[in-house]
């Protein structure tokens, strides 16, 4: 494992990862509508660069199961501790407020709740159901956990037919143990084909400039193919504070057209490569 911690005082944002603050009516009308219903988005969350642009369109990425979660990995912004929120009636908010947005892709994703016997599967599952009854023609993509690998957990949440399971393997194997210590790589690569031998569609991401080599990401890439995995993502690590690991180079716009056209000429059904790209960037054009 190499995290390189001595540029950290050097390294100047380009310029082609200047984003837009968020703002415009139907940015405020949006966030009106998710605080009003006590609901809480990975895009604001995660501090997601493209905040603005996605919310203008009118998606958004939802996180269910509070806003606490019990992992402590070293890239991510959202809070760790114990968390106390369980609400039941959260899949109906969710689905409710997709309804009202408009959403024709949602996507769901959430902390990780390793206290919970099956790490919130069944408010998943519920909340795909409660999306299917009150806007049917809304496409709805997953964005889960690792459950700590129990497929139990996992086939509640496949049994509510998601259109697409998406599980990010986040960085290269090297890395795991600064960058996601409580994850472990092959346990994300088998929720991936667990989900495609049942026949869903999988997506996957990874953050690049946060100490990896770019033959090391190849490498994942190459095993995301053995298992079929149809859907890649791959952007550019922001370091969320001084507290989280920094970032360690800043990976040229060329270098993520190279592997894009690497990913395609993998088999890669659909490669979305950039600097500002994140899981949910572009969703509802992927499936």
Not at 120 to 133: K, L, N
Not at 169 to 194: C, D, F, G
Not at 271 to 281: A, D, I, N, T
Request: charge should be negative; proline fraction near 5%.
């Amino acid at each position: 494992m190499s995290i390189n911690v001595e540029n950290i005082k050097t390294l100047r944002r380009p310029d082609w990862l200047k984003a837009k603050i968020p703002s415009g009516e139907t940015y405020a009308h949006l966030k009106k509508l998710i605080d009003g219903k006590n609901l809480h988005t990975v895009c604001e969350e995660a501090r997601c660069p493209n905040m603005g642009e996605c919310w203008n369109h009118g998606t958004a990425t939802f996180m269910i199961l509070g806003d606490v979660c019990t992992r402590s990995c070293g890239f991510c912004a959202v809070k760790t501790g114990k968390p106390t929120e369980l609400d039941a009636q959260e899949p109906y908010r969710v689905a409710e407020a997709v309804k009202t947005m408009g959403v024709r892709h949602a996507v769901i994703t959430s902390v990780n709740r390793d206290e919970l016997f099956d790490g919130g599967a069944q408010i998943f599952s519920e909340t795909i159901r409660q999306i299917r009854a009150i806007a049917p023609n809304t496409k709805v993509e997953v964005l889960i956990p690792d459950f700590k690998g129990d497929e139990f957990a996992l086939d509640i949440v496949l049994d509510a037919f998601p259109d697409i399971l998406n599980h990010n393997v986040e960085t290269v194997p090297r890395l795991y143990l600064a960058v996601r210590p409580q994850a472990n790589y092959e346990r994300s690569l088998e929720v991936l084909s667990r989900a495609k031998k049942r026949g869903f569609i999988t997506k996957t991401g990874l953050m690049l400039g946060i100490g990896e080599r770019t033959e090391e990401i190849i490498e994942v890439m190459q095993d995301l193919r053995k298992i079929d995995c149809d859907i890649i993502t791959l952007g550019q690590y922001l370091q969320p504070s001084k507290e989280h690991l920094p970032i360690d180079r800043y990976v040229h716009p060329d270098e993520f057209k190279m592997l894009k056209e690497t990913g395609m000429n993998m088999g890669f059904k659909h490669v979305e490569s950039g600097p500002l790209v994140r899981s949910s960037y572009h969703a509802e054009g992927q499936i």
